[in-house]
Nanobody, 114 residues
């Protein structure tokens, strides 16, 4: 079964941290670019961070320096460690694979609020 399953979202206070996880199945994980996207209410979905199969990372300017994407090919899992979270980071966070195999996860809610 081809799927991506995210976890790790929740409510966090401003300045706090979270680690999101995404477990992939059925996609040939090690051969895929993996990415994290987010969509806030009333806004378009945007890239947060991505990592190619070769380990090249890319970050949105808004999270650069306070987020780290990593992957464990043995566990078919990609992570997003976020620190210094702010209310503007509130969004649904989606995991995405590809290229070459494009699959989206169902999303996990991150809410930053005091």
């Amino acid at each position: 079964q081809v799927q991506l399953v995210e976890s790790g979202g929740g409510l966090v206070q401003p300045g706090g941290s979270l680690r999101l996880s995404c477990v992939a199945s059925g996609i040939g994980f090690r051969f895929n670019t993996m990415g994290w996207y987010r969509q806030a209410p009333g806004k378009q979905r945007e890239l947060v961070a991505s990592m190619t199969q070769g380990g090249v990372q890319n970050y949105a300017n808004s999270v650069k320096g306070r987020s780290v994407i990593s992957r464990d090919n043995a566990k078919n899992t990609v992570y997003l460690q976020m620190t210094s979270l702010q209310p503007e980071d509130t969004a649904i966070y989606y995991c995405k694979s590809g290229p070459p195999t494009t699959v989206w996860g169902q999303g996990t809610q991150v809410t930053v609020s005091s």
